[in-house]
């Protein structure tokens, strides 16, 4: 969640977001997307949501949702 929060803070705008982007930045923040790059902190998103629906394999019998979750937030654009 925190590695796309990053990165829309970069990316998306402000109507989009309901909230002002850029702050990080203004603010001298160190953020996913500051240290690895925007194309890098996507990777990462996608590789970290990844490995948490992995980690949930046959350790429940119901993870649907919880994969369906995940692979939303880790998409998401607001």
């Not at 925190?2 to 990165?7: A, K, N, S």
């Not at 998103?45 to 994969?67: P, W």
Request: aromatic share 8%.
């Amino acid at each position: 969640f925190q590695i796309r929060d990053d990165i829309l803070d970069v990316v998306s705008t402000a109507d989009t977001l309901g909230k002002p982007i850029g702050s990080d930045a203004e603010n001298g923040k160190a953020t996913f997307a500051s240290i690895l790059g925007v194309e890098a902190a996507e990777a990462l998103v996608l590789s970290e949501t990844a490995k948490a629906q992995a980690a949930i394999e046959g350790k429940f019998e119901k993870i649907g949702f919880f994969t369906s979750l995940a692979a939303r937030l880790s998409q998401r654009t607001y």
